[in-house]
């Protein structure tokens, strides 16, 4: 299990950082997107998981589920203000920035969650709460923009603001479906134990 995981992590940011979204949606704000859902909903989960089986205790000084999803909700509403997204979109360290933090800001959280102290999975369910109603938000806001917010330039200008609106629903479906899965599953797994102790 914990290899499986770690390989199928692995796979997914090979995928999403190695060009295969780039080549099918080219450089556009949807592919975008996909990028950042496969990174902090897919491969950063399945990588905690991993780490999470090998390494069960929290390290000192690692945040707490709600501080990790507040980091999270910095990284990710940062990186999503015009200035900085269309930097990243068009400087390499930028981007390299972006992804990197991304991908640490999803283990964070994940990691923070995923330990198996009961009393760090109650806040860890209310964490991933929290961050599907951010990634909601944000999905919303990007989907219902009236005006395109960000500079792709090898989308043409009438098609922009679709494109941003594509977007926006990916972030919406995969971003707050995802981490709504994960509170779930451990409030699942804190009521068995609970169940198991009475």
Known sequence: ????????????????????????????????MVV???????????????????????????????GASA?????????????THDAARHVAWVAVLEQGSFL???????LACLRQDPARQAAGILALLLTSMHMTLLGVLLTLAPRALFTHGHVAPEHALTDQAIGGVIM???????????????AARLLGRRGELS
Not at 71 to 83: C, D, M, Q, R, T
Not at 104 to 110: V, Y
Not at 173 to 186: E, I
């Open 1 to 32: 299990m914990e290899k499986a995981s770690l390989a199928a992590g692995l796979l997914v940011l090979a995928l999403a950082w190695g060009g295969a979204v780039t080549a099918w949606l080219g450089h556009s704000f949807t592919a975008a």
């Open 36 to 66: 950042h859902m496969a990174v902090v909903a897919v491969a950063s989960p399945l990588i905690a998981l991993a780490l999470v089986q090998r390494f069960p205790r929290q390290p000192w000084g690692w945040p707490g589920p709600i």
């Open 71 to 83: 980091i999270e909700f910095a990284v990710v509403w940062g990186w999503h203000l015009p200035a």
């Open 104 to 110: 640490l800001a999803g283990l964070l959280l994940w």
């Open 172 to 186: 919406l479906l995969f971003g707050g479906a995802t981490y709504l899965v994960g509170g779930l599953a451990l």
